[in-house]
């Protein structure tokens, strides 16, 4: 079946750190690939997506790259913000149409 | 504004209680799931349903209903609310066709005492 594996956290970074939070999965077929984003007391939002492989998404100066060969979608970011604190989401969607969420990642970053 | 709601947004209950945990989408989105989240578990689906009068368990459905009489509307029943059941809840809908991800709604937090 299919499944997500994300990085353990929390993860803790100071302001203007660089952020990469680990994503792999299995998966029949050619998934869809998404991370999504949850600020405290809030639903999730999706913050990027990529459709096939080599695809890179990009939202709010995240980036994650598919990569088939390696069956990783890992999030990034070259600068975070306070604002930036929240628990992020990788999932996937391969044939029909429900979501395999990873675990989730914490992400506290510090002034 | 276009979106998924879900009430009520806070819900206390006693164990052996029943209640309706609501869903409503406006964006005529065909597909629409429930999940759970539990602390270091991720969120779980709990059942789905790809159209009107379709529904289908997902991974941890035991211990609830669920119904989909209209498009917008896709209610989720607890028959008799247990601790095991405590949990935040997520609704979400899209389309069923194509590689779009889910609009979630802000959830329902549950405790069973």
């Known amino acids: 079946g299919n499944s997500v594996t994300q990085m353990e956290g929390p993860v803790t970074l100071s302001e203007e750190a660089f952020l990469t939070i680990n994503c792999t999965y299995t998966?029949?077929?050619?998934?869809?690939l998404f991370w999504y984003v949850q600020y405290p007391g809030e639903g999730l939002q999706l913050l990027l997506k990529?459709?096939?492989?080599?695809d890179k998404g990009s939202n709010k100066g995240f980036e994650a790259t598919y990569r088939k060969e390696t069956t990783s979608f890992h999030l990034e970011k070259g600068s975070v913000q306070v604002s930036d604190s929240a628990v992020y989401f990788c999932?996937?969607?391969?044939?029909?149409?429900?979501?395999?969420f990873g675990t989730g990642t914490r992400l506290a970053v510090r002034p | 504004n276009a979106g998924v709601t879900q009430t009520p947004k806070f819900q206390v209950l006693k164990t052996g209680q029943s209640m309706t945990l609501q869903c409503a989408q406006d964006?005529?989105?065909?597909?629409m799931s429930w999940y759970r989240q539990d602390p270091g578990m991720g969120l779980r689906l709990i059942h789905y349903?790809?159209?009107?009068?379709?529904?289908d368990q997902g991974e941890v459905p035991n211990g609830y209903n669920v119904s989909r009489s209209t498009t917008e509307d896709f209610p989720l029943r607890l028959l008799s609310a247990a601790p095991s059941q405590t949990s935040v809840y997520f609704c979400?809908?899209?389309?069923?066709?194509?590689?779009?991800?889910?609009?979630f709604g802000s959830g329902t937090r549950l405790t069973v005492v």
């Open positions: 349903s790809v159209g009107a009068g379709i529904t």
């Open positions: 998966a029949t077929g050619y998934p869809s």
């Open positions: 979400a809908s899209s389309y069923s066709i194509g590689r779009d991800g889910y609009t």
């Open positions: 964006m005529n989105h065909e597909y």
């Open positions: 999932a996937l969607k391969s044939s029909g149409d429900k979501l395999t």
């Open positions: 990529a459709t096939k492989a080599d």
